[in-house]
């Protein structure tokens, strides 16, 4: 069984209330652990069973049907019910800057990496050319 932290219990019973059956099942044993032995842990839980209890209690409330008829003719009247065939502009706008940033990443990569190569290049003929004794190649035979 793992420990829990008073942070993490706390946070826990914000997420899921006083009852620990609604509690992840890997955290339940450790959360009684703690209730047990931790006098502000319980109380936690105890202000956490007394919200779920406040909030069982609310009303539930429901739409009516006028109400739900009028929402659904808003919507279809901003467009938000239409169906579009097809891809819209966006998408392939959207899509067209993706491609677009990878081609570009792609060049950058290539350039940088000849322009790297090429330096690295003339550095070694440069060190090359200022050598003024023999080179292990020439004194080895190679």
């Known amino acids: 069984m793992t420990t829990m932290t008073r942070e993490r219990f706390e946070h826990l019973a914000d997420a899921y209330g006083g009852d620990l059956r609604r509690w992840p099942q890997s955290e339940r044993e450790a959360a ?45 009247g901003a467009g938000l019910g239409r169906r579009r065939g097809g891809i819209g502009v966006m998408a392939w706008l959207s899509g067209a800057g993706w491609a677009a940033a990878a081609c570009a990443g792609a060049v950058f990569g290539v ?6 190569t090429a330096d690295i290049r003339a550095d070694a003929v440069l060190y090359q050319a200022s050598l003024t004794s023999a080179d292990d190649t020439e004194v080895l035979g190679g």
Do not use: K, N, W
């Not at 652990?33 to 409330?61: E, F, K, N, S, W």
């Open 32 to 76: 009684r652990a703690l209730a047990a032995t931790d006098i502000q842990a319980a109380a936690l839980l105890r202000d956490a069973d007394g919200l779920d209890a406040l909030l069982d209690a609310a009303p539930r409330v429901v739409a009516s049907h006028a109400l739900r008829e009028q929402v659904i003719a808003a919507a279809a």
């Open 111 to 116: 350039v940088l990496t000849g322009q790297m």
